[in-house]
C-alpha cells in the first residue's frame, strides 16, 4: 500500500519561508516523478513545482518561479519544497504527489499525471 506523507505547514508571515517535507512507502521512490501541488478555497489544484526521479530537472509554474526550490533525497524518500519570499497569494492546501508512471519528465503539471496523492498541508501566509 502506497502512502504519502506532507509536513511543514504552517502560519508565516508575508516575506517569511516555510519548508514543506513529503516521504512515501510502499513504492520504488527513485523511480517516480515528484511534484507538489496547491489548491486555495475556490481554486483549481495546481501544479507548482516537479522533480524528475533522479533529481537533475526541475520545473516550477511562473507563480512561484525563482521563490521556491524542490529537491529531494531518494536513499532517504524524502522530498521537499523550501518556499521563500512567501505571499498572502501562497495561502492553499499543499500536496505531495507521485507521478502515475516511473520515470520521464517533468512535463504536464496536471493533476492527472499523478497516481498518489498525500494529504496535504496547509500553509497561511498573512499579510
Known amino acids: 500500500q502506497v502512502q504519502v506523507v506532507e509536513s511543514g505547514g504552517g502560519l508565516v508571515q508575508a516575506g517569511g519561508s516555510l519548508r514543506l517535507s513529503c516521504t512515501t512507502s510502499?513504492?520504488?521512490?527513485?523511480?517516480?516523478?515528484m511534484a507538489w501541488f496547491r489548491q486555495a478555497p475556490g481554486k483549481e489544484r495546481e501544479g507548482i513545482s516537479c522533480?524528475?526521479?533522479?533529481?537533475?530537472?526541475?520545473y516550477f509554474a511562473d507563480s512561484v518561479k525563482g521563490r521556491f526550490t524542490i529537491s529531494r533525497d531518494n536513499s532517504k524518500n524524502l522530498l521537499w519544497l523550501q518556499m521563500n519570499s512567501l505571499e498572502p497569494e501562497d495561502t492553499a492546501m499543499y500536496y505531495c504527489a507521485v507521478r502515475g508512471r516511473r520515470y520521464g519528465l517533468c512535463t504536464d503539471s496536471s493533476p492527472s499525471a499523478y497516481h498518489y496523492w498525500g494529504q496535504g498541508t496547509q500553509v497561511i501566509v498573512s499579510s
Open positions: 510502499g513504492l520504488t521512490f527513485d523511480h517516480y516523478p
Open positions: 522533480i524528475i526521479s533522479s533529481g537533475d530537472s526541475t
